[in-house]
């Protein structure tokens, strides 16, 4: 199994409100990563994990992964109400141009929530 992270927001800037560095900033999202996997393994221990973290739009990360991959599966931060009900735009776009069959899920309904 592959979990892949990826992001795209800038991560660097300059004067007073400059953001973090991009060794920063990737090594916080390696962590976001870890986080989210813990206990996994101790739970699921034939499972062997690889971990990905993409500096990339989250569509090109994924399209990416699906082309080596017989399922891909993705969390929708749905915010409840009819907006609940939508898809997310990375969602969106993967029903599209995945290259493999996609789940889509409730984000509360993703392992690190059970």
């Known amino acids: 199994m592959r979990a892949v992270h990826a992001w795209s927001r800038p991560i660097a ?7 973090e560095s991009a060794q920063e900033t990737a090594g916080g999202e390696r962590r976001l990563l870890a986080e ?5 393994s101790e739970r699921y221990p034939d499972v062997k994990v690889t971990e990905q973290v993409e500096y990339m ?4 990360a994924l399209k990416n992964a699906s082309a080596h991959a017989d399922l891909l599966v993705v969390g929708s931060r749905g ?3 009819l907006a ?6 990375v ?20 392992p690190r929530h059970i």
Do not use: D, K, N
């Open 13 to 19: 800037g300059c004067g007073p409100f400059a953001l």
């Open 36 to 40: 989210a996997l813990a206990g996994w």
């Open 57 to 60: 739009h989250p569509v090109e």
């Open 79 to 81: 915010r409840g109400g």
């Open 84 to 89: 609940g009900l939508l898809l997310g735009s």
């Open 91 to 110: 969602s969106h776009a993967l029903l599209h141009h995945a290259a493999c069959p996609l789940i889509v899920t409730s984000a509360s309904a993703t």
